[in-house]
């Protein structure tokens, strides 16, 4: 009970603060700044387990790192000849924001990239270079 009425209370106490800084102009851009990257710490829980893909976006001929979150919902399952995949694309800065599409899985190339190395290289602006071989298909 202790732990619940704590976390509540926690948890109204920093909305208050945060709905308080938000009001101040300067303090409001360093604070959303800092809370976009202590964000990042939270990656692992969302994506660490996720596919690392390379697939054409947002046309043929580019290509775009992705994060494979499972299958599309049968209501979206047009095709018999191929299983529509959920990808979520992020994008620079806030790794939390970004596209989500429905790909066929023959158009999607799984990659030997950790998640962690992904993002670094996507919020690095490619400047990040993983070990060699990531661009290999995953060691079964």
């Known amino acids: 009970v202790g732990a619940l009425t704590t976390h509540v209370i926690g948890q109204g106490v920093v909305s208050y603060l945060e709905q308080k800084l938000d009001q101040i ?5 360093i604070y959303l700044t800092m ?10 829980s969302r994506f660490g387990q996720s ?12 290509w775009a790192l992705g994060f494979v ?3 599309a919902p ?7 000849i191929d299983r529509l995949l959920m990808v979520f ?11 989500l599409a429905f790909v066929p899985e023959k158009q999607v190339q799984p990659l030997n990239l950790p998640a962690e190395d ?7 602006a490619g400047l ?12 079964a």
């Open 25 to 29: 102009p300067l303090v409001r851009s």
């Open 89 to 99: 694309v992020p994008t620079a800065i806030h790794p939390f924001t970004g596209y």
């Open 51 to 62: 596919t690392v893909v390379a697939f054409p976006f947002p046309r043929d001929g580019l």
């Open 74 to 80: 049968p209501v979206l399952q047009v095709s018999s």
């Open 118 to 124: 992904a993002m670094k290289i996507e919020f690095s």
């Open 128 to 139: 990040y270079k993983p070990a060699p071989g990531w661009l290999q298909p995953p060691h």
């Open 69 to 71: 979150m499972g299958n």
């Open 35 to 44: 809370k976009g990257m202590t964000d990042i710490l939270n990656f692992r």
